[in-house]
């Protein structure tokens, strides 16, 4: 184990206060106590899977990983909650022992992990010795953390107790940029300054996620164009990154998947499974997410105030009886204010299955502002639902972006080019090619993203960002038999290009092999993430550490009183 870090004054002045009230207790000693004073529910049951792992392996796991997260994987109530248990799932399959940790309590999507044969461990933050009970009983050779936060709250423990273990992180999406976005929204800039927002050096939550991603040893990004900006604009080296998005399976109701073997496999599966209903048959819009997730609720209340209206008055007199159902979890509090009736507008609660989709004729989306890429536009095309919605709603789900995992490559090629022209070749190689040509090639290469929007090859419509534009979209795709049925094809044709099961978790997993097998070499040549790990640059970990000596006081005080 790896010596721990000298403290700062303040924190050896706050030890000592610690240590008196604790009966001159170790920090670990002290800590341990408080664990078992906590007495922490628990759902534990890697020892059993890890044998049947080794079974199924020919006697030993091909390794161990550990997912931190503050929430469980959520397959019903968000797209994040589908990649990470897919995630999750793909190390099982490959012959990994998978265990599962995090700060929120147990509940039903626990079990279904459980149930899974991933390990699970409530692991509340600011405890050391609870940390090191997982890590000892995991034996993790690689840790993925999903979300920024995540790894500031463990990432610092884990590097003491685990040196050894590959550091991930998942994104999910780039929360700097999202929420740069909100708030260019908010303040009422039009769509394409909101789509061109960014945040910049002086925004601390984007120095908090990129200063994540550089401790990390890989990073897992869910967006194309995410990926662009962060080894383009923001300098972080494409080796440390991989696109990962979503992991469909083939759709049934896709007639050219279904003559795949994955697809005839995934058919087989299903056999209730029927062709998708056609046109004729469907009816109503659909609206459909997380409403605790600020873009989505954002876009409802703007579809039920302005959109809707629009749209209602753009249908030909026979359609003008469709209505705008709305589904999704946590539809609590401002989201049940939108339930109108009288008005057309229907919120239909929780979703008991996405099946839903295969009764209504369009997805409506209208998105002012996000990142990442959307999961209900995934499973609308694997429904075979087209879908009416924003660039915003569209970005990184065009077919530009089928080969975007060659676009960090890419940009620093450009960039190492540029460096050796203006440098020479000496100085290029020495590091200057982040430091020379990387914005501009990536912000042309950004522009160009942008303006590529082509609607007639796309699942749906995309191009609307005022609520007529929006409106007058959903009205003729609503309306147009021919038109919703290419809409049609083409969202089943992006679903294969870019989202095929096999090929991105095949992505995923090379680059995670590769990063193991030169993780000592990738480290000792990481010159920003080793910055990082020094102790001027880690508020974080030493709060952290604060907290955990003052509560571990304080309850060890509360015990002696007792």
């Keep these: 184990m790896a010596a721990r870090p000298a403290r700062l004054p303040g924190a050896t ?7 008196a009230l604790c009966g001159r207790l170790s920090v670990r000693d002290a800590s341990r106590r408080h664990a078992a004073h906590l007495q922490p529910a628990r759902h534990w049951c890697s020892g059993a899977h890890r044998r049947k792992v080794a079974a199924a392996s020919g006697g030993a796991a091909a390794g161990s990983v550990l997912f931190i997260s503050p929430v469980w994987p959520e397959r019903s109530s968000s797209a994040a909650g589908v990649r990470t248990s897919d995630l999750v799932a793909s190390f099982q399959e490959r012959g990994w022992a998978a265990a599962f940790a995090s700060s929120s309590s147990l509940n039903d999507h626990t079990a279904a992990l459980a149930a899974a044969g991933v390990a699970t ?10 940390l090191e009970s997982v890590l000892a009983e995991a034996q993790p050779t690689a840790v993925v953390f999903d979300r920024f936060y995540a790894e500031e709250a463990f990432s610092f423990r884990v590097r003491e107790l685990a040196p050894s273990a590959l550091r991930i992180l998942d994104m999910q999406d780039f929360h700097a940029l999202r929420a740069a976005r909100q708030r260019a929204a908010e303040a009422g800039a039009p769509a394409a300054d909101v789509l061109s927002a960014g945040p910049d050096a002086s925004s601390p939550e984007c120095l908090r996620e990129l200063a994540a991603i550089h401790r990390s040893d890989l990073t897992l990004v869910c967006s194309p164009v995410e990926l662009r900006l962060l080894a383009g604009h923001y300098g972080v080296p494409a080796s440390k990154l991989v696109l990962a998005p979503f992991f469909a399976p083939p759709s049934p109701f896709d007639p050219a998947a279904a003559s795949t073997a994955a697809g005839a496999e995934a058919a ?4 209730e499974a029927v062709p998708a209903p056609p046109f004729e048959q469907r009816k109503h819009f659909l609206m459909i997410g997380n409403w605790r997730h600020p873009p989505n609720l954002d876009s409802a209340r703007w ?15 026979e359609h003008r009886d469709a209505e705008l159902h709305l589904y999704g979890a946590y539809a609590a509090g401002a989201a049940q204010q939108l339930h109108k009736p009288k008005a057309g507008v229907h919120l239909k609660g929780f979703a008991p299955s996405l099946d839903i989709m295969l009764q209504y004729r369009v997805l409506l989306a209208p998105l002012r502002y996000g990142a990442g890429l959307k999961g209900k536009v995934v499973d609308s095309w694997w429904h075979g639902l087209p879908v009416v919605t924003t660039p915003v709603g569209a970005e990184g789900m065009t077919a530009d972006d089928a080969a975007a995992e060659d676009v960090a ?22 590091g200057y090619i982040w430091q020379q040509g990387r914005q501009q090639a990536a912000a042309e290469q950004q522009q160009q993203q942008q303006q590529q929007t082509q609607q007639e090859d796309w699942g749906g419509l995309c191009g609307g960002t005022t609520a007529g534009g929006i409106a007058g979209a959903a009205a003729l795709l609503y309306s147009d038999a021919s038109l919703w049925q290419a809409c049609q094809q083409r969202g089943f044709e992006l ?9 991105n978790l095949g992505r995923v997993h090379a680059a995670v092999a590769a990063a193991q097998q030169q993780l000592e070499e990738r480290r000792r040549q990481d010159f920003t993430g080793s910055m990082l790990w020094q102790q001027q640059l880690r508020a974080t970990e030493y709060f952290s550490r604060w907290i955990e000596l003052k509560e571990t006081a304080a309850a060890a005080q509360q015990a002696q009183q007792q």
Excluded: F, I, K, T
């Design 13 to 19: 002045a706050l030890l000592h206060s610690a240590r």
């Design 121 to 130: 461990r409530q692991l509340p933050p600011n405890r050391e010795a609870e």
């Design 268 to 271: 087989a599966a299903a056999p």
């Design 303 to 317: 579809a039920c105030s302005e959109v809707w209206p629009a749209l209602r008055q753009s249908l030909p007199p």
């Design 409 to 430: 490559a890419a940009v620093a090629g450009q960039a190492a080019s540029l460096a050796a022209a203006r440098l020479g070749p000496d100085r290029a190689a020495e």
């Design 495 to 503: 679903l294969r290009l870019l989202y095929g099961r096999e090929r």
